[in-house]
């Protein structure tokens, strides 16, 4: 079993983290549903490796644009 300790948190899942820190002080209501939707959603990102992809798919376009566009 792996503890809390082992694990590297991506951003994505830390600021998942926190936005259920911060939903659990709220009342219920739409509020709190808010956050908690945005940290499932965050979640899922994570999971699917959005974050990582992200740069390497920046990097790519920016070169294309320097190709085409150059100056």
Do not use: C, W
């Not at 082992?6 to 808010?34: F, I, S, W, Y």
């Amino acid at each position: 079993m792996k503890n809390s300790s082992d694990e590297v948190m991506t951003p994505l899942k830390q600021h998942a983290v926190d936005a259920l820190r911060r939903a659990r002080k709220l009342p219920v209501g739409p509020h709190r549903n808010d956050l908690r939707q945005l940290a499932m959603g965050l979640r899922r990102l994570d999971r699917e490796g959005i974050g990582r992809n992200f740069h390497h798919r920046e990097a790519g376009l920016q070169g294309i644009a320097e190709t085409r566009y150059p100056g």
